[in-house]
């Protein structure tokens, strides 16, 4: 009988032309914890997502106890024994825990549920935390019982194998030693670990074995006695990053578009910095830096605490029309929900977020409709058929451009971008990187919030670093910059 819990032969995931797995193989040995690293976008959420039945491979194999293992579902990947505790935890708040625990394995008889023996969940309960009440209501318990609660019920499935997607997120020093108690015990039990994180601490004493994933790709499966330092692990996160693309813009330090002081909400704590005309600003982190929380708050989405000035003036940008109003536009993080209205044409979605270069007194002028969405059409490279064509119907990339379009239309002093490129191809990505480069030399002030690495150091003067909603520090762009000491201080360092 195989020493491997699960074999990953030459998995690839493809969507819409975009390889997020490209022939990953490697195996996971029974009873290990088994951690799974990489930067964003490396290719560990997707090849999860395979692995319990939500998303199905493009092609390749992977052997679960030696069987072929396919799942069409995720339910069907829970009864087979494979169990994940992802980072929103899926439990049901209003409902107790032992309701919770048998949540989808319910007796039923003639189509009535029967009241299940609960011998099954004080056991399991007892097994991974005793102090939880099965009587107890899931709202009533903090974030880490709540994991228990999950974990008890991949357990009551007799799951073998259990996934932790960043599971210490949202939890206190105490908690995770509670966690990491817990997982020692699962082990012991034969259980077998899959558990990723971006904190490389954890992964060095948790980890028997430890994959890297880089751009879909799998890197390197190593025992943890093999990798000696975190910067070890951080050397096969990254390799060796080299950027030739990153062109020095002529920054005005005289003149300051935003001035942030102590922004402060459920996520950031105290971030300060100023954004200078014509400077293309970086703030980069792994998940759960703080990246989208700055670009949400300075856009009026969420609310704060701080003082942001825009050229001097204190303004308070609640809601995203006061933001506009303020000279500050946001391309956000997902364009598809966010950022687009696919039902419509260019046309209509071109003015958006300023109807006043259309329409006089309330009365659209068709013809000034037209002669805009053709203009940045233009302006910003958008290949389509005509300004008439649904949104839909357009490449990532093209999508993307229109968004562009809608916040360039509004005449920002300052434009955020979220993730300006992710699920673009390579050649879409370069055409925004011109139009972000020539906004800047036009005196748009710009800040990019990208998990991207290559694409921070390639576009950015200068880079802010963020851990757990902390801006740990600001480099100046250039040849000295050294990519693995911004890896080190991203995933906790000093």
Known sequence: ????????????????????????????????????????????????????GAHPKTS????????????????EAMRSGIGCLFQELNVVEKLRVEENICLGQEETKFGII?????????????????????KMLIEDLSVAKRQCVEMAKALAMDSDVIIMDEPTASLSEEEVRRLFKIIADLKAQGITIIYISHR???????????????????????????????????Q????????????????????????????????????????YKGEILGFYGLIGAGKTEIARALFGVDPYA????????????EGARAA?????????????????????????????????????????????EVEVAQEYIEKVGTACRNEQQSVAYLSGGNQQKVVISKCLNA?????????PTRGVDVGAKQEIYTIIRQLAKQGCSIIVFSSELPEILGLCDRIGLLYDGELKTFIKNGPEVDSQQIMHVVTGGN
Do not use: W
């Open 1 to 52: 009988m195989s020493e491997y819990v699960l074999e990953i032969k030459n998995i690839s995931k493809h969507f819409a032309g975009v390889k997020a797995l490209d022939d990953v193989s490697f195996n996971i040995v029974k009873g290990s914890c088994h951690c799974l690293v990489g930067e964003n976008g490396a290719g560990k959420s997707t090849l999860i997502k395979i692995l319990t």
């Open 60 to 75: 390749g194999t992977v052997l679960y106890n030696g069987k072929d293992f396919a799942p069409n579902g995720t339910r």
């Open 114 to 134: 029967r009241q299940k023996s609960n011998a099954k969940v004080f056991e399991v309960l007892k097994r991974i935390d005793p102090s939880i009440d099965p």
């Open 200 to 234: 490389l601490e954890e992964i060095m004493e948790l980890a028997d074995y430890v994959t890297v994933l880089r751009d879909g790709k799998h890197i390197d499966t190593k025992p943890r006695s093999e990798i000696n330092t975190r910067q070890d692990l951080i």
């Open 236 to 275: 096969m996160m990254i390799g060796k990053v080299i950027v030739e693309d990153y062109q020095p813009n002529d920054v005005d330090e005289s003149v300051k578009m935003i001035e942030v002081k102590n922004l402060n909400n459920r996520k950031l704590k105290n971030v300060n910095f100023d954004l």
């Open 306 to 317: 701080g003082e942001v000035l825009v050229d001097g003036t204190a303004v308070k940008t």
């Open 324 to 368: 506009l109003a303020n000279g500050i536009a946001l391309v956000p993080e997902e364009r598809r929900t966010q950022g687009v209205a696919t039902s419509l044409s260019i046309l209509d979605n071109t003015p958006m977020m300023n109807y006043n270069t259309i329409a006089t007194k309330g009365v659209v002028n068709k013809k000034k």
């Open 411 to 419: 005449h920002p002093k300052v434009l955020l971008l979220d993730e």
